[in-house]
């Protein structure tokens, strides 16, 4: 199947620093890539849905100036997260929607503020 | 709002004892039913798309059927490689995101 890449896999960051995730699509043109958050033993939460050359449609509750999302390309997404705090240690997971509609998701980013 | 429920929580197997996940939805018009299969640590690896009612499709020992209000994940003889948590979503006509349920965490002894 299609693969999507992220990276970093494990990032660890200072308390008030920001971080970014990126997110490619490396064998399909993605115009829908997605952006999920999952909480141990929990399921996943989406944060927001991102169209290439457009800004991000985040789910409420979400907030737009911390995490920032970025979809410059048809391959690569990027999620900052800015002036991080514990809190927003978690499971961060990028999804690409290809031209079949089919979803791919990748292996997932942890982050840990400290 | 959509809403996807999963059964069981979680469910224990012999290995070769056959079983079914189920999934119950309620969307404002399907676009399409997905399944993932999830591991600990990892992001979901896609499995199938169900579009329409009475449409099945088959991988290896899973086999995923759709009707008007519900999906079902077959496993035939699993072995405990098949251990995962199988998640279920819904994606609506009106946009692309999936709505997900809560997952099934399938556990199969040797």
């Known amino acids: 199947g299609a693969v999507v890449s992220q990276h970093p896999s494990r990032v660890i960051c200072k308390s008030g620093t920001s971080v970014k995730i990126e997110c490619r699509s490396l064998d399909f043109q993605a115009t829908t890539m997605f952006w999920y958050r999952q909480f141990p033993k929990q399921s996943l939460m989406l944060m927001a849905t991102s169209n290439e050359g457009s800004k991000a449609t985040y789910e409420q509750g979400v907030e737009k100036d911390k995490f920032l999302i970025n979809h410059a390309s048809l391959t690569l997404s990027t999620l900052t997260v800015t002036s991080a705090h514990p809190e927003d240690s978690s499971f961060y997971i990028c999804?690409?929607?290809?031209?079949?509609?089919?979803?791919?998701f990748g292996e997932g980013s942890w982050l840990t503020v400290v | 709002e959509d809403q996807v429920t999963q059964s069981p929580e979680a469910l224990r197997l012999q290995e070769g004892e056959s079983s079914s996940l189920n999934c119950s939805y309620t969307v404002s018009g399907l676009r399409g039913l997905f399944w993932y299969r999830q591991d600990p640590g990892k992001g979901p690896e896609f499995l199938f798309t169900?579009?329409?009612a009475g449409e099945e499709k088959e991988k290896e020992r899973l086999k995923a059927t759709l009707t008007k209000k519900e999906s079902f994940l077959h496993i035939t003889a699993p072995k405990p490689e098949d251990s995962a948590t199988y998640l279920c979503a819904v994606q609506a006509v009106s946009d692309y995101k999936l709505s997900f349920g809560a997952g099934t965490t399938v556990t199969v002894r040797a």
């Open positions: 169900l579009y329409s």
């Open positions: 999804s690409a929607r290809d031209r079949g509609n089919t979803i791919y």
